[in-house]
């Protein structure tokens, strides 16, 4: 096996490991180098750094201070990447810790960071999910297997202080708009949970004040969550500081389009086995701003779909202009509404929106004034037949089963 | 064959044909009736009735008058149908009239309808499309030709009174808002250009007065442009008039998510072979608001990607909350810009991407304020290979073929 | 639409047609000439020229006098092909003719052809397949549908009279090995029932003398039965005279492979819209002596599979040393075993063998003195689940629907 | 992780390891056992139990005594398993040892084992395979990569009495028939080499007498060598023993259909993770005499192919009677010309066929007297275009690359 370059200790907080930070910044001293052409491992936490735990209980889910994440291993420099170049980055493997074979998904207290649906599941929930080999289930949402599309929900190079300052300002600006929103519109840079790695002294200062939080994806990738950015993939991702200074975390065993629970996808600690190249001034040669990929030739043949649609018409009836954030929340509203006629609670049916390999597909953007979104769920992720016939549906859901719920305090 | 229950006449405007209709009334009477367990073939103008024309001109584009689309096919009346009812419609196939093997893509004027990028390309441009067998290819865009993916761009039941006021009153609402924007929110009931097929004098009035316009998908299903309900699937409508009242028209030989274009996907005149039956009372029993569908097995298996990102801050560096039509737009953007290094001018990137089966994904939409769209581009639509390397990219794309524009009067 | 430059007339004997011809021989005179680039289309009878007919009696698969296969349209000239360039033959659509939407399966007697599995089906048995769009069902095997996977059965160039003195020296000395078989090892020349298109006079009895009967798949490709050479496809033929002489019938609406009921696949007559193109001295550039090609992009995605595995040791325990054949042959008894005990009978589940999208893999072929094949079948096509379970299997089928069996007179 | 409940030691003999065997027998003793529900891991060597080294020689595939082979991990008695039933065996995931990241593939000397083209490479030859990841290649086999489809190429019950006595008769009959062949027809029980786990004292002594060489597949399932029984899959077995007494070993991280190379896929070392069910009495309810399986969905979509055909007449130009193995040889040796026009030697070429998921089709086995098969090759392994096209091939292989080969003494 190849070297493990960054490793951690589960019993232990990752603020204590200098090879993790949780803010973008230039000034995070590397933590090890690496040639293009090389192959190696990193470990990683779990993106709330072993927070949530594997019991019956969401009180963690209500209760984490949402400023601590994500915990990321890295940053990695890469010998003789520039400024302009494009890293070229193999996904060879990705896998859970042999000692954790579990995740967990949520949604999160309005109160307290909310989710795609929150007007709809206010309180924080939880469930929990087994890993059997390449399959999943939850001991919380009965009838429900599948095979897992394993990914880094966050990975990227280190913005150089010309980009970060673009980003802080774009986002304290906007916060600004409307700074009292629950939850806020954004979340602005915030030092007293900043872990900066390796940073010292006035270094470390500086990090911490101006490091930019790692919730949103932004022209260096970060916080995509993409599902497709997974095992056996390659990337292409900008370069803006000397070496490039690669991050990642926030693995997650699977994850539906969107990540809608937000709490969030099938979330847990692991590995990653990388493979780092460089197309040096590649970043002007392909005209590249964000990330590109190309997607890996193992990923779950799950080909039969029940498809909903939804429109940018909200759920009070009012109209929104070609508004994919709507109409893609319509439709998971009338998925939800779906599933529950077999006896899923409304919770479980959102969660497995958030968890299982089910496709968002933007499907028309252009009819004014209402954008059309479908939902797509793989029809054999579940061990009784969904598609409607004459007779109705039937219960078929064990019952009994339900989903921790912690109630606000 | 079975029964053609519904003939046009390409050398006839859509008007002087009584099984024809571009606006949505429950009063429009049936041209047909057809019972559960039958199948049956019903012709369709394409979207414009014939309009845009097959020629080095985009004139017409240009010029077009919007409010006549779109010319559908119906309303076909299912016995038995009544409202609750879901009509549960099998695409068993469609195609292209055999003296018609040519469809059309374009860009409307900022001034005249727009399009999703309308602000990159705001004049009329166009590009015609001829099918070999199930693939096609265009004298305006070289290197590219792919396999077919054909589908109704519109397909749904009449409303009933209560819909149509619902959407009347909401859409009309909706432009109060702004109503000199251009392009402008939506299109109110217009009856100067309505055609409603049978429907006589006081009933033709109302019809014509109140008619929903075709543009927007709604509740009943309607324009979605769903490239994925294609030849093949099966799809569940929910009846809201007695006999249901069946249209569909808009036919696309090929579209990408999104059918960015506007206009639009590359749209054709064609035949659909239908079956029809009912789930009696299914709306109820499978709490469906909106169609679903279960796709065809038989699209083409374009399975390599290249995947362009994008992120919800705009193309002047505005942050916006989660909105993934700008996101789209970026991830967009983003594959113009890479197509463009290997030769391709900017308005045939574009059309590859509102023509071309790529798929348009709603990766992540809760990671505040960034929400992130993926465009997936297959590659094998190309005749070279347009992956990245360290080389860099070179001009593959046959030089001197340009796509018509009319600039604006 | 292109040109269709071979018409046939069903109601008419293809003996009467001079673009038709049954057998293969060089001096078969081209019936149209094309250009490379042009694309065409050709219409064909079903592989007996109407001989078998769509109603409830097998008589006429017993009865059919097998000398007088297959009906093949061409052959066609290609101008500036030459012996040793590679044919590139497009196959840009194929289908069954608007006013034949249906098909037959069926075994043939043991004494009169027989096929695969002729000692457990030695006696005459049909099937007629409805075509409804892209799909097709049998009203004699109940609870079955399936997407055709549409393609012609046998397509080739003319061999020059060295290659054909090579078929029929070789079939002629084998048939010499056991001359009183039945069904027999081969069939040689038979003048008699020939069909030799437009040849006449001394090329006429010349061509019917020594003409190669057209059963077997041979180096030019031919009756190959594959049923990846579908619409969609991309072949590259060996030439071997002047002009290519590109000749094909046989259409399959669908077929499993090995086309084990040999009566056949789901037989139809049909057209097919071409185009053709060379690669000068290919055949020496790239080693070819078989055809090869690259399969559509448009076949159905059936990906769910039940997989029988079957040995080299045949039904009566004798062993076979990497025997493909028996092994195949063992796969195919143990899945229609499997299959009649959800209700179909054996004939049935035989037909469906022939006729569904199954494939059959040479799985293992070196572990002396076993081969191992293995034969898939597409779970989708069923209309219930046939996967085993702890209950054991039900009586899914509906009962009471039998395949016309016609008994040896 | 669940227990490991077979472990190895790569230092270590497998002689000395009572926990693996090399011979079928129903008396050889449950190592170890489980429940149904269960979910465990077990350890196995690679099938030669560490013979074949890491190394630039091929000296030890020239000299291996092959009545070793194959190393099998087992048996392990399921509770409540009886004779009739179907052990239902998930593989939940199969992979390499973490410290054995590689494998082996090579051909077998003509005169010890041979192989499928053994004729035309008669001398033993050896490529070395690393894993990176997913992916694999090889330092002997220049310009190809892959991803693996893990799967054990050996995996079934105990055989009872009577079974192995079938068995033993049948094949040692069978060799009689030419009991002087190189490579024989096949092994008879060979005592010197055999190892029977726990067996003690005079059941040693009769199994090892009487154990059943692992070579052929048989009627339990066994040594198949179905790439498609991949991690992910489900296997029902049946049970002749009490307890079943299920063992496995042979891992391959992939393989093409027919495993022509025989030694053999990419052999390695490795775990796999299993679940354990039973469906009693399921052998007759289901009318099962093999193994059956559903494939897993999670193998790579490799799609774009280059198919060649074969058929059944020999590389002398003999003919033979719907032989299918003879017909594929044709396609493997069509294929292998076609590779060494791009600068590939016919033994690398050779190779890429064993290792690579090729797929083998039993295509046509009924159109006298010729079977035909095809050979289907991935395009996407290769790092060139392998697709023809009318400049011809260009030598694209990075020259200079030889795989070891011995001579034989």
Redesign the interface.
């Known amino acids: 096996?190849p070297e493990t370059i960054i490793k951690i200790d589960l019993s232990e907080s990752p603020y204590k490991n200098d090879m993790i930070h949780n803010r973008w910044h230039p000034d995070i001293p590397m933590v090890a180098w690496v040639k293009p052409g090389d192959?190696f491992i990193i470990e990683t936490y779990d993106w709330t750094g072993g927070f949530i735990k594997n019991n019956e209980s969401a009180d963690d889910v209500r209760d984490i201070d949402l400023s601590i994440v994500h915990f990321l291993s890295g940053p990695i420099g890469v010998k003789g990447a520039e400024p302009g170049d494009?890293l070229?980055v193999?996904?060879?493997?990705v896998g859970a810790l042999?000692?954790s074979?579990w995740g967990f998904n949520g949604f999160f207290s309005k109160k307290n960071g909310g989710?795609?649906l929150t007007d709809h599941f206010p309180q924080a929930q939880k469930s929990i999910w087994d890993f059997?080999?390449?399959?999943t289930s939850s001991r919380h949402i009965p009838n429900v297997n599948f095979?897992g599309t394993i990914h880094p929900g966050l990975i990227g190079c280190l913005p150089d202080q010309k980009l970060l300052d673009?980003w802080n300002k774009?986002?304290v600006?906007?916060i600004a708009t409307n700074p009292d929103r629950v939850?806020?519109?954004?979340?602005p840079p915030f030092p007293s949970t900043a872990h900066v790695g390796r940073a010292k002294g006035g270094t470390k200062s500086k990090a911490a004040m101006e490091g930019a939080r790692t919730?949103?994806?932004?022209?260096h990738?970060g916080?995509?969550?993409?599902?497709?950015l997974s095992?056996?993939s390659k990337i292409?991702f900008p370069v803006y500081v000397k070496g490039g200074g690669l991050s990642m975390g926030d693995l997650h065993f699977s994850q539906g389009?969107?990540?809608?629970?937000?709490c969030?996808a099938i979330e847990m600690a692991g590995w990653l086995?990388l493979?780092v190249d460089?197309?040096?001034?590649?970043v002007k040669?392909?005209?590249?701003?964000?990330?590109?990929?190309?997607?890996?030739?193992?990923?779950?043949?799950?080909?039969?779909?029940?498809?909903?649609?939804?429109?940018s018409?909200d759920e009070k009836?009012?109209?929104h202009?070609?508004?994919?954030?709507v109409a893609?929340r319509?439709?998971c509203l009338?998925a939800i509404?779906?599933l529950?006629?077999f006896g899923f609670t409304g919770a479980q049916a959102y969660s497995i929106l958030g968890t299982a390999p089910v496709?968002?597909?933007?499907?028309?953007?252009?009819?004014?004034?209402?954008?059309?979104?479908?939902l797509w769920i793989p029809t054999?992720i579940f061990d009784f037949?969904i598609?409607?016939?004459?007779a109705?549906?039937s219960k078929k859901v064990k019952g009994g089963v339900k989903m921790p719920l912690s109630k606000d305090k």
Do not use: W
């Open positions: 096996m192959d494009l070229v193999d996904l060879l493997d042999p000692e074979q989710g795609f059997k080999g390449i399959y095979a673009t774009r986002e600006d906007f939850p806020p519109l954004a979340n919730v949103p994806p932004r022209e990738g916080n995509c969550d993409i599902k497709d095992r056996g292409y389009d969107g990540e809608i629970t937000f969030g086995h493979k460089l197309i040096k001034d590649g040669k392909y005209g590249i701003k964000n990330p590109i990929f190309k997607p890996s030739p193992l990923v779950p043949k799950y080909n039969d779909y029940l498809i909903f649609e939804g429109i018409v009836g009012k109209q202009y070609l508004d994919v954030h893609y319509q439709a009338n509404e779906y529950k006629k496709q968002g597909h933007i499907s028309g953007v252009v009819d004014i004034p209402n954008a059309c979104a479908t054999e037949d598609m409607p016939n004459s109705g549906p």
